[in-house]
């Protein structure tokens, strides 16, 4: 079993700044990639960005050259560096992890609100 925990969602200003976190717990060893998903009111779940435990990265199209994912490997703990936020991007963001059995694992979500 893997836990997910995140951190740092919040209210900001369109054009601003966030970054939120996830620190994973549990059995690890089997884990290969991690990432963020969001969830908007009456939108389906989709893809922010993820990495793989070999640093490769993939990121959602609308948010490509705004957001950043960042790995630490030793902390068990995966970062989304939002910049330039939209009120698009409001949404609950939820930590992923997938491992080897194609077992996704998510966290409880943190909400993200972006004003005009």
């Known amino acids: 079993q893997v836990q997910l925990v995140e951190s740092g969602g919040g209210l900001v200003q369109a054009g601003g700044s966030l970054s939120l976190s996830c620190v994973a717990s549990?059995?690890?060893?089997?884990?290969?990639?991690m990432g963020w998903h969001r969830q908007a009111p009456g939108k389906q779940r989709e893809l922010v960005a993820d990495?793989?435990?070999?640093?490769?990265?993939d990121y959602g199209d609308s948010v490509k050259g705004r957001f950043t994912i960042i790995l630490d490997s030793a902390k068990n703990t995966v970062f989304l560096q939002m910049n330039s936020l939209k009120p698009e991007d409001t949404a609950v963001y939820y930590c992923?992890?997938?491992?080897?059995?194609?077992?996704?694992?998510w966290g409880q979500g943190t909400q993200v609100t972006v004003s005009s």
């Open positions: 990495i793989t435990a070999s640093y490769s990265t």
């Open positions: 992923h992890a997938l491992d080897d059995y194609n077992y996704d694992y």
């Open positions: 549990g059995s690890m060893f089997s884990i290969n990639r």
